[in-house]
Each structure stands twice: as structure tokens, then as C-alpha cells.
């Protein structure tokens, strides 16, 4: 991990700006049953298999409700994708170990779903308020940072 | 449809999903709208709703696996294809137990698509209902799609995707890809495939459907 230190073109302080070296390693799928929170499933997996940080290869299933995220003017807003039923398209991002979920890189996670309707939506998973539905399916990839 | 979900109800039942009596939901308060609110509106811990399905919940609540060998892959499968046949027959020469993908670019001519809708019989809640078809040029958004087996070794094809239509309204859900014809604009899309490790399909006792597990195995 190298930490930049020359200024950048803009004035702004580039000492805090971090490049990783690193490469994928194991993947892993998953079957997460009904009513376990989508991000907080994918954090325990990366743990079960002693990975701090994976990537997203691609998730699909239903969840009960969506509940998604942005930022708005006054603040960051949620959307609710009332079912039960709503389809995950996709799902990007990254994953941190559920034991380092404290650290500065908290698992935040992106996707595309679909209500009972078709209409498809975007945003940001809401931890804890995305349940599984019938069944989502799950493949990460570890990132392993090598040293600087 | 590639996964053993049967049945459909009228095409009325997809504009409302109104609870069946043959069901539970386990709402601390009812997360009933789709209007956006401030996010410290609602105690996130208290407003996610459960559901109870008709089997017994068995432990653990995940089964995972690590693949071994995976390797990946680029395809672009041409206009007028059916996308389904093309992936199966163009992965075949190739000893996989399974693979993943996702969808980068291109349209269909055609396809059909099914969303979840509230049963009106049986001991499934809830089903996929009839088949959503579209005639006109779809351009993906997104797309992920699982190849797991069933319990003869056949490819199952499990998908879930996005589309713009031709008046850019955005539509989605379960993804038949042996219903869908490319379009104006190759599909291109990325594969990791699975020398050993995936998804079986086999029965689930909680939900009563046959359902993608992972396993550890090679295809013999």
C-alpha cells in the first residue's frame, strides 16, 4: 500500500490518497436462506473463509422488501421496495470481514432490484433491511492487498 | 423457467401483492410504501420484516463453499442467437462443474421475464408468475446469471436482468434465457466457470422449493 505524496493538480492534499497493489484470490459461493440480511450474510462469509476484503462477482435472488439508500440534499434517504418478492439483479462492491466492519472501509454494497411490479430501482444496501426471500445465491472473490 | 417454480395466477395478480392467508409475515410495522423517506425516520433494526415459510427453517442459514480452478471467460454471443442454447452449447466442450456471469453489454429482439407474485393454491406462498414478454429491442442494463446442475448433471440456468425498452422505461426480474433472442447489439458477457465446486439444485425444506445449493463436487 503506497501513500501518495506528491500534491495533486488541484491543490488539494493528496497524502491521505492510497494505491493498493494486490490480486484476486479464492472464490466462493453461497446459498443465504430466508431472512438473513443480505450485507451482513456476505460480511460472515468472508470471516467463514478468513477473508478481510472480497469483491462482489455477482448475487442473485429475491428479498422480502429492498430498502436502498442515497444521498440526498438533506441527507441520506432510503427507499423502500415494498414485497415480498423483490428480485436482485445484481449486486456491486465490496465485502469487509464482518470482524473488521468497524475499521475505516465498511462493507458498502450497490445493487440493481426489481419489485413484484418490474419497475427496477438502484441504490445502496440498507444494512440489516434486506432480508432474503426464498433464496439468494452469492459469488465472491478475495482481494488480497500485497505489500508496498 | 430453468428452476422448479410452477404455477401462475391471472396476470391481474402481478399489480398487487396482497397477502395470502397462506402465509405470515413477521412485521414489527408494515414498510409500506415505496415514497422515500429520511433515513432517521425508521429504527432499521425494528422495520425489516421477516417471513415465515411453510417448512421448517434448518440451520445454517448459509452454505457456502470454495470453488477450486475457476477460470474466466469472455463471451459474445451474436445477433439472433437464443442465449440460452448459445451459452450451453459454447461451455460444453469445457469440464466445469459450474460457473457464474454477468451481463456487460448488448440487446435482445426478444425475451421474457417473470416476477413474484402472492399463489393463489397450493403450499407455495408465493410463485412466479405468468410470463412477462417483450417484443421490442431490449438494451440490458444488468444481468447475473448462476449455471448450476441438476441432479443429472444437466446446466440449469438461473438469471435475473435488467432492460431499458424501446421508450427507456426500465423493467426487470427472473431472466428466461432460453426465451431470449439477441438483439441489434452482440452480448457480451463475463464468465467465471468452476473446475470443481458450484450449485446443485435439490430440494429445500423450509421453502418447498427446489433451489441452487452448494456443493463441493467435480462433474463426473
Redesign the interface.
Known sequence: MNALSNPSSDGLSSEHVKLESGHYG????????????LVG?LE??CT??GMQRAVV??????L??G?L?YR?A????????????V????VFGEVTAAAMTNSNSPTQLNA?????????YAGRL??????A???I?A?L?EWITESA | MNLSFHGATSASA??G?DPSPL?K?NAVSD??????????A?N??N?????C?PGT??SP???????RA?QDMRITIPCGANVGKTLRDALAPHHYS?A???ICRGSARALQ?H???AATEGDRP?IYGAP?RESGEATF??????FGRDANGAVLL?????YADTNGV?????LILDETVVGAEPLVMHL?L?GQ???VQGE?E??H?K????YAGALQ
Open positions: 479464492r472464490v466462493v459461493v453461497a446459498r443465504i436462506k430466508p431472512n438473513e440480511d450474510a460472515a462469509l467463514t473463509y462477482r455477482g448475487v442473485l435472488g429475491s422480502v422488501d430498502r439508500s440526498a438533506d441527507g441520506v434517504r432510503e427507499r423502500i421496495i415494498k414485497g415480498p418478492g428480485e436482485i439483479l445484481n440493481a432490484l426489481s419489485g413484484t411490479d418490474g419497475a427496477v440498507v444494512r440489516g433491511a434486506n432480508l426471500f426464498i433464496t445465491e459469488t472473490q | 402481478i399489480e401483492a402465509f409475515l414498510p409500506a410504501t415505496d415514497a422515500d423517506y429520511p433515513r432517521h425508521h432499521e433494526a422495520t425489516a420484516r421477516g417471513f415459510h427453517a434448518t442459514r448459509m452454505l457456502s463453499v470454495q470453488i475457476p459450474g457464474m456471469g454477468y421475464y416476477v413474484i407474485i408465493y412477462i442494463i444488468n444481468g447475473t446469471v448462476n438461473h438469471c435475473h436482468g435488467g426500465l423493467h426487470g426480474g427472473h467465471c468452476f465446486g458450484g450449485f429445500d423450509e421453502t422449493y433451489l441452487l445449493q452448494p
